[in-house]
């Protein structure tokens, strides 16, 4: 008999039977729906790794999209695009192929916003494989100390300003204050659906 345990957000320990298709929370059980969703991505050579990252072609409508949309909102405030590249990430895709129809019914446009996401080079290799993840909250923070009269230090971490998490901005502008720079002054940010 296979069972999965997890806690939900009400903070209840839940379990699944999957045989039983029965789901059990404190005293309460629910019958649970399974449903069969397709685990291709478009477009996806199937590497040895989960994700694969492809670059796009400048003549691409993907793309002069994305760049359309960076470009918006830091006209003037960047020197070069290097690259724009897609991450294809068959377990992100099967996690959002998962929760699509409960976004569909609850939320208007269904599809999300495209945000961005800033990042430090090394940060931005670990979210292409193991997606947005608040352990590496607070990265490509700085570090400010100060010392109150009684001389126990506080510590600021500036990059996680509101709390640990995962931060995205409705402007680019905004997250290429917050990337911090590789040794050669490039800086990542992410465009995703949210």
């Known amino acids: 008999m296979l ?13 699944i039977n999957v045989s039983s298709k029965e789901e059990e929370y404190q005293t309460r059980k629910r019958t649970v729906r399974r449903k069969r969703i397709d685990s291709s ?6 590497p040895d790794a989960n994700f694969h990252r492809v670059v796009l072609l400048k003549s691409s409508k993907e793309y002069i999209d994305v760049l359309n949309r960076f ?39 269904p599809d999300g916003r495209l945000l961005f996401h800033d990042c430090s080079s090394t940060s931005a290799d670990k979210i292409a494989q193991e997606c ?11 570090i400010n100390f100060s010392l109150n ?12 300003i509101y709390g640990k998490g995962v931060y995205f901005h409705e402007h680019a502008r905004y997250s290429n204050k ?8 490039e800086r990542t940010i992410f465009l995703a659906r949210i």
Request: glycine fraction near 6%; charged fraction near 25%; aromatic fraction near 14%.
């Open 3 to 15: 069972q999965i345990q997890f806690i939900n957000k009400k903070l209840e320990r839940c379990q």
């Open 41 to 46: 991505l478009s477009n996806v050579k199937k």
């Open 132 to 142: 947005f993840n608040q352990t590496f909250a607070g990265l490509n923070g700085k």
């Open 178 to 185: 917050y990337a911090k720079p590789n040794a050669s002054k």
């Open 71 to 109: 470009d918006s909102t830091m006209k003037n405030n960047y020197f070069e695009i290097l690259k724009i590249e897609r991450i294809q990430n068959e377990r992100w895709y099967k996690q959002y192929a998962v929760h699509h129809d409960g976004f569909t019914q609850r939320y208007t446009p």
């Open 149 to 160: 009269m009684k001389g126990s230090v506080r510590i600021l971490f500036v990059g996680t």
